[in-house]
């Protein structure tokens, strides 16, 4: 659990990453469409496959949603990183990307 941020700096720190990917994709060259909505958003591969990122407030976590599986991200000493053990966020949402746009996608955010 992310025990090192009050509730309202966790909802500064999630509502700014989730609009610097969003701003990130609009100027993006590869085409992902982006629909955002109180705390979540959804993003959109050419294939037609789903990511869905998204504030989980009670944990104080961001989750992340892709077609192959889920996950738990919790804020500690300046970074997200997953409760799994699927390493820095950003590391891994170019990955997760990559693998669901069935193309290479480095946004170039850490």
Known sequence: ????????????????LLLLIEETLDEFPVDIDTES???????????????????????????????FNGHHFNYHDGVWTDQRGAGEFWAFLDEAMTVQAEQPIKLGIQ
């Open 37 to 67: 909505a109180e705390g979540i958003l959804t993003l959109t591969f050419e294939n037609g496959s789903k990511m869905v990122l998204n504030k989980q407030e009670p944990l104080l976590q961001l989750w992340v949603a892709t077609k």
């Open 1 to 16: 659990m992310s025990t090192n941020i009050t509730e309202t700096q966790y909802h500064q720190l999630v509502d700014d």
